[in-house]
Every structure is written in structure tokens, then in C-alpha cells.
């Protein structure tokens, strides 16, 4: 058996794909997170950022691309080993207060907090990547510009700001965030037993790691949305460029006229 | 005391089962479970009906023969402890007791609570032996083995293949199982000329039998009755890694015994 074989195939091979893409997800989850922190900062900061990363196109679609195929790898491999697990009990027990002794709520949930962090990962993608639209409850993320370096950028600071304003969307964000939360709780200690990295002097020491890491990870993501969505960070600049966005659209084609009676 | 039963009948691996209620007659609370099970039986068998149908052996939790599911916990409310080895003053006078048999598609039911563990058994022939040469037995300690290596494969080597890992994992999976056996034999120096060959062909054997992947709920551990730790699973992980990384032995080419 080959080895490309014994990890595909095998129970124990299929769990070294998860630890292992689930490892390189949450490398970039704490590299992402360090990114958006910038919105703590002044509006240049991050809107630098965001034009440095836009101005390596072959950095940035290399890292896409490279995302897409561990996150695909992450997912396919997990429906595979629910339905091989579902499988190995064709006749459940019956119902009573006792089935889940010994076993964290987390460990019993990971497909399901999986399956809603891969749609709010889509929605996030939506949201502020393609900028669709009519699905941020606010302003078309496609008008905000700004202007870095003499050229005209996408002004990130503004649709981060304006968007999290919109309470149902801070909402999304911070249940995806517990429910990442949750999921790594128990994913990112298992990716250590899947690979082998345990035993009763290391064990206690990879839980408190990973209890380190991921209310680090949850208190910095849940902090963006909720300083922006208490007005903490950014409202007068959010008020600003609705007021300049009200102004931009008042020079629409249907009331130039009127406009253009005034003048005279 | 006196319990309400509901049982899980099933005549033969092919018929439907179903759960029936029985009145247990009086009690003697310092009863096993198993004796529990043998009184309602007389009583059963006296009316003529067909007694319940249990796995049981040594009854004084070492063979790992007897099973259950005893309200949603397989060996019932204790931790490290035998079906065998619980006893009816851990129950009120009163309570009606869920009897179930261990579920998992590779044990499949042969009647009521009797199920076919002779998964775990083709798993065993598959590489849990060790290779050694026939004749007088060598001197004891002539082999020296670290205390805490020993110690740790003798925390293997108490499995008593019962199974109740499969029963209580939400994948039904035999992790626990094919990882004692793998790190008992692959601590000590005896095991060590097969110890690659054996985790392969462990591991391929318990896919085969149709068990499911670990989530490290930490089910299996809590239920175990000789407490087997999740230790031992990232032990198997790692040799199985190990393993894939050495990869097959070289082919022998023509030739051969000199």
C-alpha cells in the first residue's frame, strides 16, 4: 500500500487530511484575523494593506487558489467520514438522557458548526470580496473608493465600517464566530491526537494551547463588528461617506435637470 | 426492590427487534446485573415465555464477554466497570432500566442482547501476534524493558476486547480496541519486528469490518471498564504514519531461502 493510498483511503489516513487542512486553515484564520485588526487603526492603514495585497495579483490568487483546494480537500473529507460513520450504525439507540457521556458538546457538533462556518464563509465572500449587492443591508460596497497613492482603490475601512454598522450582519458574523469558535475548541487539540502528538505529559498542554489560541481567535474576531456596531470605531467616517454618498446620488440622471434649473 | 425492564428482543440476526417491558420479580439489591437478568429469566422461562438472551462468561470482570447497553451506557452508570460488575444498588427501587445491545453494523445481533464480536477477533488475526521461536521458554527479564515502557503496555494489554468502545462511540468506531492492542505489542521488544506491519494491517482489517473514523469524543475512554486512554489512539496514530512514511518492504526478487 502506497502512502498516497494509505492516506486516502484508510479511516486513520482521512483524519490526517483533516488535521492537517484544518492546521493550514487556521494558519490563515490568525493571519487573516492579524490583517483586519488594521481597522483599529486609522482608515490609511488598512486600506494600504488591502491595496498592497490587491497590487500582487499573482500573490493574492495563488493564496485563493491554494485556500479553495485545502478548504475543499477539509470538507469533502469531512462529508466522506460522516457518511463512513453514519454507516457504521445503521440502528441507532434508543433515546435517554445518557448518550453523550464523557463527550464535549463541541466533539459531537463538528459537521454542523463546519457546515455553518463553510456558509458563512460564502456569505463572507459575497459580502466584502465580490461586494455583491443588496446582501450587506447597506450602501453598494462597489461606490466606495478611495484614493492611495494617486490611484482610485476600493476603500476597505469604509465597507468594513458601514457594513457591521447593519446589526443583523454583526449578528451573522459574531453566531459564525462562536460557532468557529467552537469548532476549533475541538479541532485544533484533535489535530494534534490525529497526528500522533499526545501523551498523558502533553496532552494537558495542547488543550491549554488550544484554549489559548482560540479565545484569542474569538475575542479579536468578535471585536471588529462589536466595536464598529456599538460606534466605537469609525462612526464619524461612516457618517462622512454616507453624507458623500447622498450627495453623489442626488447628480442622478433623473434630477439633473432639476439641477441644472437651479443654476441658472 | 423491584425494576421495570425494557428489553431489547430480537429473535435472529434477520427478524425485527423491538423493545418489551417485563416486571422484575423481588430484588435482592446486592445482585449483579447479570443475576438480575437470570432471576427475571426463571421467572420468564416458569410462564413459558423465551428467557432473555445475554452475553456472560466469567462475571467477575476480566473475560469481557458480557455486553449491554444499560440506559444509554454500555456496561452501565459506573466508570471502569463490567456489566458483570454492577450491581442493582446502583439502581432505585422502582426505575424502569433501558437493556439494550452494544449497536454497530460490524456486530451484527445474533439474538436479543447477544451480538457477533468476531470483528474485533479477524482484527487480532490481522497482526495483534508477535513472532517467536518455538522451545523451552527463554529466562525471565533475560530481555530488559524499560519500567514505564512495560508499564504502559501492560495499561494496553488489560483490554479485554468487550467492545464497549465500538458501543459507545458515536461512529461506532474500534479506535480503542485496534489501539491497545497495537501499542501493548508495540511497546515491548518482542513486538517490535512486526510493529509496522502489524498497524497497517490492523488498521486495514478494522476498515474493512465497516467501523468508523475517530472524533476524539472521548466516549470510548469513559466507558471502557479496564479505562483505556485516548493516549494509546495517537500512539496507533503515529506508528500508522510512521508506517505510511516507511513504506512496503522491498519486494524479494526470485531466488530466496539460502
Redesign the interface.
Known amino acids: 500500500?502506497?502512502?498516497v493510498t494509505?492516506?486516502l483511503?484508510?479511516?486513520?489516513?482521512?483524519?490526517?487530511i483533516m488535521a492537517g487542512t484544518g492546521a493550514l486553515l487556521l494558519l490563515f484564520v490568525i493571519g487573516h484575523l492579524i490583517g483586519n485588526l488594521q481597522v483599529f487603526g486609522p482608515p490609511e492603514l488598512i486600506n494600504n494593506y488591502a491595496h498592497f495585497l490587491q497590487s500582487k495579483p499573482v500573490l493574492v490568487w495563488s493564496a485563493r487558489l491554494g485556500l479553495l483546494v485545502i478548504l475543499v480537500a477539509h470538507v469533502t473529507t469531512a462529508v466522506q467520514?460522516a457518511a463512513?460513520?453514519r454507516?457504521?450504525?445503521?440502528?441507532?439507540?434508543?433515546p435517554?438522557?445518557?448518550?453523550?457521556?464523557?463527550?464535549?458538546w463541541a466533539?459531537?457538533y463538528?459537521l454542523l458548526s463546519g457546515l455553518v462556518v463553510l456558509a458563512f464563509i460564502i456569505y463572507h465572500l459575497a459580502h466584502f470580496t465580490a461586494l455583491v449587492p443588496g446582501i450587506n443591508g447597506a450602501e453598494d460596497f462597489r461606490k466606495l473608493r478611495t484614493v492611495m497613492h494617486g490611484q482610485s482603490v476600493p476603500d476597505v475601512y469604509g465597507m468594513m465600517i458601514i457594513g457591521f454598522q447593519v446589526w443583523w450582519v454583526s449578528l451573522f458574523y459574531l453566531i459564525a464566530q462562536g460557532l468557529l469558535f467552537m469548532h476549533l475548541q475541538?479541532g485544533v487539540?484533535?489535530a494534534?491526537?490525529?497526528?500522533?502528538?499526545?501523551?498523558?505529559v502533553w496532552?494537558p498542554r495542547i488543550e491549554t494551547l488550544t484554549k489559548i489560541v482560540t479565545i484569542a481567535i474569538f475575542i479579536g474576531y468578535a471585536l471588529i463588528p462589536t466595536a464598529i456596531y456599538m460606534r466605537v470605531v469609525g462612526a464619524d467616517y461612516a457618517d462622512k461617506v454616507r453624507a458623500e454618498l447622498k450627495q453623489d446620488g442626488t447628480v442622478s440622471p433623473a434630477e439633473s435637470p432639476a439641477a441644472g434649473k437651479e443654476t441658472h | 426492590m423491584k425494576v421495570k425492564l425494557k428489553v431489547w428482543r430480537q429473535k435472529d440476526r434477520n427478524s425485527p427487534g423491538e423493545f418489551k417491558t417485563y416486571e422484575s420479580p423481588a430484588l435482592n439489591e446486592n445482585m449483579s446485573f447479570l443475576e438480575m437478568l437470570d432471576v427475571v429469566n426463571e421467572e420468564l422461562a416458569n410462564k413459558g415465555e423465551e428467557p432473555i438472551a445475554f452475553d456472560h462468561d466469567c462475571r467477575e470482570g476480566i473475560c469481557g464477554t458480557c455486553s449491554c447497553v444499560i440506559n444509554g451506557k454500555p456496561h452501565g452508570p459506573h466508570r471502569g466497570v463490567a456489566t458483570c460488575q454492577t450491581y442493582m444498588r446502583s439502581f432505585k427501587d422502582g426505575d424502569t432500566i433501558v437493556v439494550e445491545p452494544f449497536r454497530a453494523k460490524a456486530f451484527p445481533i445474533i439474538k436479543d442482547l447477544v451480538v457477533d464480536r468476531k470483528a474485533l477477533d479477524r482484527i487480532q488475526f490481522a497482526g495483534g501476534f508477535i513472532s517467536v521461536r518455538t522451545g523451552s521458554a527463554p529466562d525471565a527479564n533475560s530481555i530488559p524493558v524499560p519500567k514505564e515502557n512495560a508499564d504502559l503496555a501492560m495499561d494496553a494489554a488489560q483490554c479485554i476486547q468487550c467492545g464497549a468502545c465500538v458501543a459507545a462511540c458515536k461512529n461506532a468506531s474500534a479506535m480503542l480496541f485496534v489501539a491497545a492492542k497495537v501499542s501493548h505489542l508495540g511497546l515491548l521488544p518482542q513486538g517490535q519486528p512486526e510493529r509496522y506491519k502489524r498497524v497497517k494491517a490492523m488498521v486495514a482489517q478494522m476498515d474493512a469490518e465497516g467501523f468508523g473514523a475517530c472524533t476524539v469524543t472521548g466516549s470510548c475512554e469513559a466507558v471502557c471498564p479496564k479505562e483505556i486512554s485516548l493516549d494509546f489512539i495517537a500512539r496507533m496514530n503515529r506508528d500508522y504514519a510512521v508506517a505510511l512514511l516507511k513504506g512496503d518492504p522491498k519486494p524479494i526478487s526470485g531466488g530466496g531461502a539460502g
Open positions: 500500500m502506497s502512502i494509505g492516506i483511503k484508510s479511516s486513520l489516513g482521512k483524519k490526517y467520514l463512513m460513520n454507516a457504521a450504525r445503521p440502528v441507532t439507540y434508543a435517554t438522557e445518557n448518550v453523550s457521556y464523557g463527550a464535549k466533539s459531537r463538528m475541538h487539540s484533535s494534534f491526537q490525529s497526528f500522533g502528538f499526545r501523551n498523558h496532552w
